[in-house]
């Protein structure tokens, strides 16, 4: 009598538990050298960075940003000159608003922090014209008559 040949499923089956005994031991080596044993406390410390990601990395040793620098652009200076405009925009409920200057004719920033007493629109105003990082900014704001 003959041997009983292979059939195609149980060549199937063979080859999935050769596969698997092959992936089990793969999976058991990278436990190995994936294992905490023999490691020091520093190498197990897991850190978060400045934007909630973990990293191995302390903070000591991450470089750090240095403080921005602001470029002011325009020929505007800090100048205690007062100058005189009309209020073109301002909205209250926002707390901002523009005054055109008379000299130049530029529209100048203006917060209501800045301004002594309450203006509106199309109000005469005198003012000092100070830098921001933004550009130039009113104040000292007075409403004249």
Known sequence: ?????ETFGKKETTKKKIQKK????????????NSSKGKTVEELFVYVDENG?????P??????????EFTVKGPVNDDPVIHSGVVSFFNAA???GFI????TQESIFLHILQVK????????VEFQIENTAKGPSAVR????Q
């Open 117 to 124: 007493g309450t203006v509106e629109m199309e109000d005469r």
């Open 1 to 5: 009598m003959g041997r009983a040949k």
């Open 141 to 144: 704001v007075k409403k004249i």
């Open 22 to 33: 092959q992936e089990k031991e793969l999976r058991k080596e990278q436990r190995k050298e």
């Open 59 to 68: 903070p000591e040793l991450r470089k750090t940003k240095a403080p921005r």
């Open 100 to 103: 055109k200057d008379d000299q």
């Open 94 to 96: 926002k707390g901002y």
């Open 53 to 57: 990601n973990l990293t191995s990395v």
